[in-house]
């Protein structure tokens, strides 16, 4: 039933209060705060950033990372403060760490993969290429 | 000639992947907390907000913090089995009112009961966000030495008394004792 | 009554396709004339009373017949009869009658076209239509049925999902199963040429030639339906965005990525025998892909905002079903595939070699979009964590993948077959090379590096698949006798697509790199200065529809003191289901859109409201549809036209008969 009701609730999109405001004078914050709030996932409207989410938590949390941000901290030190509480699940882009390698790796693998197998194929094709061919 | 079944053995893969996550909860978020000491806090309390519920609270004895809002339906779901598990067990549940209003949370107890041994007022979900609390109701399992030991998201239910809250309390109470007696 | 009407007929759909296999397959396999021509009526036959079944349920909701549950859940008295019609897709039990409406339409056009190919063939094709459709009564007959009654009925319905009371959207599903369900066409038509190969027989390649225009076309349809989800999420969801990589929209974007890559494969399969395996491959994973996206979509196992509501029950029964059809075809697939001819040799610089080169990147691709999507799901099974995969990710990954395919776009088209000279090719393309270049050069320095080398290398790259789109035909055109009339329909087609998909990326990269957005506090009577212009709420307004009230705004923007333009965004409440939606003001242009919406009443009469400035954002959904009416174009080319029996009585060009390695 809770799920129900968040969903509903997290169905209907407004841009929220406070969103992208300008926070901070220095552009240089300013620019960090929105990286870091359109890359950080809303945990109860979980299809949304917390940029766009209007949950009361995603507000808080906004209001978390400004925070932060004008007491000096570094982004790595933000991100911890909230992966320490809510886990990776949290950060939409996935950190790189053991239980992730294979999925930063994995396009570059098929890439390369794809890579050799063009190679390969190539290499037989132009072969059969010079093959005298049988007339039909 | 093997190599034109490694699609059918891809796909193979994938299925049994997909037949094991039908039954797990996407949404659910794991606490990255348990087994860490329950994060320092002091609140004010509900009724009198002088009275404060800190994280000394937490220490010496086992308990179970349950978070709720009157703006939550889950939280009124499970009201009755609170109440019920406050007048029948040892282990006390403590409170946390999250993101409400002091007037209307209090108004709600009166009249369906307070289970809480004590409340925590936290209108700006500060403490919570320390206790990587994302919504309502969740309920804590808090051991003597004040650690984290479990956390359940959703309405309390008999089964999950039953099959793990129950379970959990008393493995910690046979930790206890053979810490005492050692 | 009528509803048992739908119900029935829903049954009797079943029977049929269940006959539609048999006949189909088994028919096929005796050479049976006489089944296989009932195998072409029975689909007729179920294709009519999926129609009886679909519109048995219309007609329910657009009496109001709150008795069935599903009409109850999801329409209202006060909903507008155009969207009451929409109601009927507008869930899953629905949605489900329409995939088999559509499965079953897509069936009948094969029949009617049935004439055209070899009978066993076609018999084939029909009989693994049949299966489909199997499957998919089956589902919806037993765990899904959207006849079922209401013991008590209530009042009045619970009101169709306001997110979907709009035009866009509603047509939105009806256009994208149109593309799910048409890769099923080529789906049995590779089975049916694995089913139905024959060794040294020549004839395997035909049907490469007959798939074709079904894959235009079924493709043409899912590039129209994804473009139109992306465009309406930019006007309706007020936070001008276009594309979030959720689950269900990559559950969508992998079969138009592979369908992408099967169109091209065909091409070569078609052309030169070459690749069989992998066209055909292509083709099965193209349509799995697609019931990937029903599992997805309607099984829970994925967090997304568009799926329907989850049950465990239902999504164990779609995955049976989809191991069924999947795992049947590999099958297929491993046992019968190692058989097929390899065809013929190539050179390293080929026409061959640019597509496989296409067919590896879009393949890879799409592998990562899956990763990506599915990557969250493993590590919970496996226990390993809980993570979240986003925009960021994909954005990474998928960006330099789409550099690599415009860098090789303007020569696939002008790359002879077999073997071709690397510097005439190069020489071919001067201009638009050297203009593509300047022209990013100048961006460049006058956003004097703000944008970032990977937005300047993406322009550049669109800008040379845009200029060098046309060069094939128009290079055709010069050297041929008869003028325009000698180049092929399908060459005219082709440089088009191309031209769009050039545009679809310039409009992506431009808007992304050079955008504004902001969320304002606004009041009415002070204006605020913002990406170059002023913009100034004036007033308020209460505005009332017909199962909806709200606030309109009238915000004015003016540049340099002349008045550019007014929006007019709503803040709007659903009565019957108590939700917000928010509608945006936006003056489209070519060249920018200007995009204001509300978000909260801040108090005293002020808002904040969002907003943006976003360079090009059109070109994105222009690009789609040029590359829809380019494909389509292509599709009546007159080859395509001939009936297939003709075609398979032609030699092959260049055929090679080595025995032995596959491609």
């Known amino acids: 039933m809770r799920r129900v009701l968040v969903f509903l609730a997290c169905l209907f999109f407004s841009a929220a209060l406070f969103a992208a405001e300008m926070r901070f004078e220095n552009p240089q914050q300013q620019a960090r705060y929105e990286n870091l709030i359109n890359e950080l996932r809303c945990l109860v409207c979980q299809n949304q950033t917390i940029a766009d989410s209007n949950a009361d938590l995603a507000l808080d949390l906004r209001n978390k990372v400004a925070e932060q941000i004008a007491a000096g901290k570094t982004d790595a030190e933000i991100i911890e403060y909230l992966t320490a509480r809510y886990g990776d699940f949290v950060l939409y882009r996935p950190p790189l760490q053991a239980n992730t390698i294979l999925l930063w790796s994995g396009p570059l693998l098929l890439l390369i993969a794809g890579g050799l197998l063009l190679f390969f194929t190539l290499r037989r094709r132009a072969r059969l290429d010079d093959e005298p061919e049988n007339p039909l | ?182 | ?663």
């Not at chain 3, 049954?11 to 006949?23: C, D, K």
């Not at chain 3, 309706?236 to 592979?258: H, Q, T, Y």
Request: glycine letters at 10%; one cysteine or more.
């Open chain 2, 1 to 182: 000639m093997w190599r034109f079944a490694i699609p059918l053995l891809v796909v193979i893969a994938l299925v049994a992947a997909f037949g094991r996550a039908l039954f797990l909860d996407p949404g659910k978020v794991p606490s990255p907390l348990i087994g860490e000491p329950v994060p320092e806090f002091s609140l004010p309390g509900l009724y009198e907000p002088e009275k404060n519920f800190s994280s000394d609270d937490l220490k010496g004895h086992i308990s179970l913090v349950n978070v709720f809002g009157t703006w939550c339906p889950g939280c009124h779901e499970e009201h009755d089995l609170l109440m019920a598990w406050s007048q029948s067990q040892d282990v006390p549940i403590y409170g946390f009112n999250l993101r409400d209003e002091r007037d209307a949370a209090i108004n709600w107890l009166n009249r369906d009961g307070n289970p809480y041994a004590k409340i925590g007022f936290d209108p700006g979900g500060e403490t919570s966000i320390d206790w990587g609390i994302y919504g309502a109701p969740e309920t804590f399992l808090i051991d003597a030495e004040g650690r984290i030991r479990l956390k359940h998201i959703g309405p309390m239910t008999e089964a999950v008394l039953r099959e793990k809250i129950i379970p959990a309390i008393e493995m910690l109470q046979a930790e206890m004792l053979r810490e005492e007696q050692s």
């Open chain 3, 1 to 663: 009554m009528t509803p048992e009407l739908g119900h029935f007929a829903l049954i009797l759909a079943l029977g049929v396709a269940l006959l539609q296999s048999v006949f189909g397959l088994a028919g096929a396999h005796r050479n049976d004339a006489n089944w296989m021509r009932t195998a072409r009526t029975l689909g007729a036959g179920q294709f009519a009373f999926a129609l009886i079944a679909f519109v048995m349920l219309a007609v329910a909701f657009l009496q109001n017949d709150f008795s069935l549950m599903y009409v109850a859940q999801n329409s209202n008295t006060a909903l507008p009869w155009p969207y009451r019609i929409a109601a009927v897709w507008g869930a899953h039990e629905g949605s489900l009658l329409l995939w088999i409406l559509v499965l079953a339409g897509w069936t009948l056009a094969v029949v009617l076209r049935a004439d055209r190919l070899p009978e066993d063939f076609a018999a084939r094709v029909i009989g693994v239509l049949g299966l489909i459709s199997v499957g998919f009564l089956l589902f919806t007959l037993f765990t899904s049925n959207p006849f079922a009654r209401l013991a008590v009925p209530p009042l009045d319905g619970r009101d169709l999902n306001p997110i979907l009371q709009d035009p866009a959207l509603a047509i939105h599903p009806p256009l994208l199963y149109f593309g799910y369900v048409g890769l099923s066409v080529p789906f049995a038509f590779a089975l049916a040429a694995l089913l139905g190969h024959r060794p040294d027989s020549g004839k395997d390649v035909a049907w490469a030639r007959a798939a074709r225009p079904w894959t235009a076309v079924a493709w043409l349809f899912l590039t129209v339906g994804i473009a139109l989800g992306s465009w309406w999420a930019y006007y309706e969801l007020g936070w001008g965005g276009w594309w979030f990589w959720d689950p269900v929209e990559n559950a969508s974007f992998m079969p138009w990525l592979i369908g992408t890559a099967l169109i091209h494969s065909l091409a070569v399969t078609e052309k030169r025998g070459a690749f069989m395996s992998w066209t055909i491959l292509l083709a099965i994973a193209a349509f799995s892909l697609s019931l990937l996206g029903t599992f997805l979509v309607r099984s829970g196992v994925l967090v997304s905002v568009h799926a329907f509501a989850s049950d465990p029950t239902r999504g164990v029964f779609i995955l049976a079903f989809l191991a069924i059809v999947v795992g049947g075809a590999l099958t297929v697939y491993a046992i019968r595939a190692p058989h097929l001819p390899p065809g013929g040799g190539f050179k390293p610089w080929s026409r061959e070699t640019l597509l496989l080169t296409n067919n590896v990147l879009l393949t890879v691709a799409a592998g990562a979009v899956l990763l990506g999507t599915l990557y969250p799901l493993f590590l919970d099974t496996l226990g390993l964590g809980k993570i979240s995969v986003g925009p960021p990710y994909f954005n990474a990954v998928f960006a330099p993948l789409m550099m690599l395919l415009l860098a090789a776009i303007a020569f696939g088209p002008l790359v002879n077959w077999k073997r071709d000279n690397w510097q005439e090719n190069v020489r071919s393309l001067r201009v638009p090379l050297i203009a593509s270049v300047v022209i990013a050069v100048v961006v460049a320095a006058f956003t004097f590096g703000n944008a970032g080398v990977l937005a300047i290398v993406g322009i550049w790259l669109a800008l040379w698949a845009i200029l060098a789109a046309f060069t094939e035909p128009l290079s055709r055109w010069k050297r041929a006798r008869n003028g325009a009339r000698s180049v092929p329909l399908s060459s005219w087609g082709m440089s088009l697509a191309h031209l769009g998909l050039g545009i679809t990326a310039l409009g992506i990269v431009v808007v992304s790199a050079f955008g504004f957005e902001r969320d304002v506090a606004m009041t009415p009577g002070e204006p605020v200065e913002y990406a170059g212009y002023t913009w100034e709420l004036e007033s308020l307004r209460d505005i009332e529809g017909s199962n909806f009230n709200g606030e309109e705004a009238r915000i004015s923007v003016s540049q340099d003191g002349e008045l550019v333009t007014v929006l007019f965004p709503q803040k709007r409440m659903y009565t019957t289901q108590r939700a917000a939606m928010t509608e945006a003001g936006i003056d489209a242009g070519v060249s920018r859109d200007l995009y204001a919406s509300l978000g909260e009443p801040l108090g005293g009469n002020a808002w904040s409201v969002r907003l943006q400035v976003k360079p090009l954002v059109r070109f994105i959904w222009l690009g789609a549809l040029l590359m829809a009416l380019g494909v389509g174009i292509a599709a009546f080319d007159r080859r395509y036209r001939k009936p297939l029996k003709d075609a398979a009585r032609e030699p092959l060009k260049a055929k090679t008969a080595t025995a032995g390695e596959n491609a």
